[in-house]
């Protein structure tokens, strides 16, 4: 629960971040406009303002709808969050000042990311602002349509940049055409009278923004280098094999039949204890599993001490178990899990609340060692929170995923938000959250075991919360 709350509570100040930073980019305008005192009262501020506000909704929107900010991690968010602010704040610097175009650095970023749709919407979201500042303006709505055009040839070399060597090649091109554009602008008298400010801004700006794309393909070289290096040491070791086999062809006939008979009586041996050892294994997981399941349906009785004390001890948190206990035994037979474990572990799931609030898994998993838990039912106990430990068995999986749901639905009721969500929604993004922590990668389920789970878990939640 407090994971899930921080969580939204970030997502709802980068959210609003987004919807500030282009705001910003107008104030900027229109202090180097209006000086700091005047542009408060500048007659098109406040409408700039609006429109600005306006469009950032709109991009937020869009974002909401490609889960842009929750598909990706903290890093990259952050990432994305900067050169955001910074091309905004650009923007507004370079409608007033003309000071290049390092504005671009968003979309451009977002290129190199791969997120084309994203980089689409965030240039014509900073052209049409960068436009509405300059509407007034002859001579930046002539501007206006060479950055336009620069724009656009720089997203697409930025979408197909792969490596350090194509850096150099994307420089001279992005230098030539905002040359050519320098000469349409000026009428092609920029050689009579150049306007040293305005070369030198546009080319630090080509300089920066080449720089940026260089530093993102130089992060992407090291992680395959070390590919490289994993692949070479791969091929180190099958030479070392290729090496043994000549030698082992190189020996003398007789003493390598010598070894070969050695070898095989040696294995005749091996074998015969592995197979003794296997047999001792089997006899010993048959008696435990019988000791197992008569503990688990022992636990699960409802004259169970422990039991008991969870009733006695909050009503509310007994009945939210037994949810949790029907839809984790329920959702583990659907594929073919152990439904008396994940059953027991979903009742338990949190006793450790009997003892400690705060360090209730801690305190759970005494109490359970102390009323004879086994050890499988005690690692639900600690994997069933996603920020303790990655489950590692199917049972604590549905464990760790019936009280996600359960539980988001329950806040959302609360709310009074939940008839807004749909069923598949809230699975949906349940699973997508866990898979992005990578709660789903050592439970031992196959790809399509997990879509079956995602199947049930959409198609019985409405039965289990209306117990």
Known sequence: MGAQETEKKQYRIETLLLCVFPVIGVITFFVIEKGIRGFFVSKGFFIQAFLAFFLSCLFVLFIRQEKFLRKHGRITNAYFLGSYALSFFWLGLSAAEHTGFFWFLLFLYLALEDEMKAASAAELFLLTEYALLE??????????????????????????????KEIPFLFVILLATDGALLLYTTGFKVFEKPDADQISSQTISIFALTAVGALYVRF??????????????????????SADAVKEAEMDAFEKEKIKIEEQKSEVERTQTVLKQENAVLEQEETVSETEQTMLQRVLELTFPLSLRLREFSPTLYEHSQKISTLSGQAAGSVGADELLARAGGLYHEIGKITSEQNYISAGEKLGRDSGFGDRLLAILRQHNPTNEVPDSPEALVVMLSDSIITSGDFLRKNGQRELVSDEMLVKNIFLKRREQGSLSRAGLSAEQLKKLETFYIEHIAEIESM
């Not at 001579?139 to 656009?152: H, T």
């Not at 992407?220 to 094999?241: D, H, P, V, Y």
């Open 135 to 164: 509407i007034t303006s002859s001579a930046g709505m002539k501007q206006f349509v060479c950055y336009f055009i620069l724009a656009n040839v720089s997203l697409f070399l930025f979408s197909k940049l792969k490596n350090l």
């Open 220 to 241: 992407l070289k090291k992680k395959k280098k070390s590919s490289r290096i994993t692949a070479q040491k791969n091929g180190q070791l099958l030479n070392m094999q």
